[in-house]
């Protein structure tokens, strides 16, 4: 089955970096759409930042463009979010998120979630 597993998050300070990543197993990586989303504490569930399509171009939430970095490694079967000038705001559970891309597969248009992990940024 589809696993997706997070790592990297933890207590930073307001305007230091950190660096998630993902790992996907149980899947041809390459024939999915990943992306990041995050989660504050009572609110919905955010897109970050996510490739538009598998091999598209990367899109970002305007509340970290330039700040954060999404990247997509096929040889290992993880993608990753560097994230720098972390503000307090950012605080949240960042969840990996993948989709089936391409019409032959039988799971065509699932996705999957990992189970998030928590960063906190202190002021």
């Known amino acids: 089955q589809v696993q997706l597993v997070e790592s990297g998050g933890g207590l930073v300070q307001a305007g230091g970096s950190s660096r998630l990543s993902c790992v996907a197993s149980?899947?041809?990586?390459?024939?999915?759409?990943m992306r990041w989303y995050r989660q504050v504490s009572g609110k919905g569930r955010e897109l970050v930042a996510g490739?538009?399509?598998?091999?598209?171009?990367?899109n970002y939430a305007d509340s970290v463009k330039g700040r954060f970095t999404i990247s997509r490694d096929n040889v290992v079967n993880t993608i990753y979010l560097q994230m720098n000038s972390l503000k307090p705001e950012d605080t949240a559970v960042y969840y990996c998120?993948?989709?089936?891309?391409?019409?032959?597969?039988?799971?065509?248009?699932?996705?999957?979630w990992g189970k998030g992990t928590l960063v906190t940024v202190s002021s």
């Open positions: 998120n993948a989709v089936s891309a391409r019409p032959t597969m039988r799971n065509y248009g699932m996705d999957y």
């Open positions: 149980g899947m041809t990586f390459s024939r999915y759409a």
């Open positions: 490739f538009t399509n598998y091999g598209g171009t990367t």
